[in-house]
C-alpha cells in the first residue's frame, strides 16, 4: 500500500486548537452595550461641565431664607422619604431624647424634631429660624402644648419659646 493510498484513508490531520464560532448576536449585543455605557458617560460629562459653567455667572444671595418662606408648608412632605431612606429620623430620635434642662434648638425649620423631645424633662425650649412661615409651621406642631412665643425687634430670626 502506498503512503497516498493510507493518507486518502485516514484523511487530513485535526487542527490542534478547536474553536467555537462566536455568534454574530453576542457580538452585536457587546457593542450596543460598549456603545451604551459610553454615550451615557459623555453625557453625564458634558452636562457636568455645563452647569458648572453657567453656576460661575450665577448671583445667588448670601441669605437665602425667603425661598423657605415659600416651600414651609409643602417642606414636611418633600423631605420625608428622603430622611426615610437615610435613617434621619432615628438620628433626630436618638440625638433630641437626650436633650433636658434650657434646650436651644437653632435652624428649628418646621420643628421636625419637637415630636422626639421629651419636654418633661425640659426646662425651656427655645427654637431659632430666619424663617417665620417655617416657625409658623413649628407652632402649628406645638398646638395644644402651654408657649409663649417672641420676636426680636432687630433680628430676621424669629424665636419660639416653650
Do not use: C
Not at 437615610?86 to 440625638?95: A, D, P, S, T, Y
Request: charged letters at 25%; glycine letters at 8%.
Amino acid at each position: 500500500m502506498s503512503f497516498q493510498s493510507r493518507q486518502a484513508k485516514v484523511g487530513p490531520e485535526p487542527p490542534l486548537v478547536t474553536t467555537k464560532p462566536v455568534r454574530r448576536g453576542v457580538w452585536i449585543l457587546g457593542g450596543l452595550a460598549v456603545y451604551s455605557f459610553t454615550a451615557y458617560g459623555f453625557y453625564l460629562y458634558k452636562t457636568y461641565t455645563q452647569t458648572v459653567a453657567a453656576s460661575k455667572h450665577l448671583q445667588v444671595p448670601l441669605d437665602v431664607s425667603d425661598r423657605y418662606d415659600h416651600s414651609a408648608k409643602s417642606f414636611d412632605d418633600e423631605v420625608n422619604l428622603t430622611e426615610k431612606l437615610m435613617g434621619i429620623g432615628r438620628l433626630r430620635r436618638k440625638l433630641s431624647e437626650k436633650a433636658y434642662g434650657n434646650i436651644l434648638e437653632t435652624s428649628v425649620g418646621t420643628g421636625r424634631n419637637i415630636e422626639y423631645y421629651k419636654l418633661g424633662r425640659a426646662t425651656s425650649l427655645t427654637m431659632v429660624d430666619q424663617s417665620g412661615e417655617m416657625i409658623n409651621v413649628a407652632k402649628r406642631k406645638l398646638r395644644g402644648i402651654p408657649r409663649s412665643y417672641s420676636s426680636p425687634q432687630r433680628s430676621r430670626s424669629t424665636i419660639l419659646r416653650w
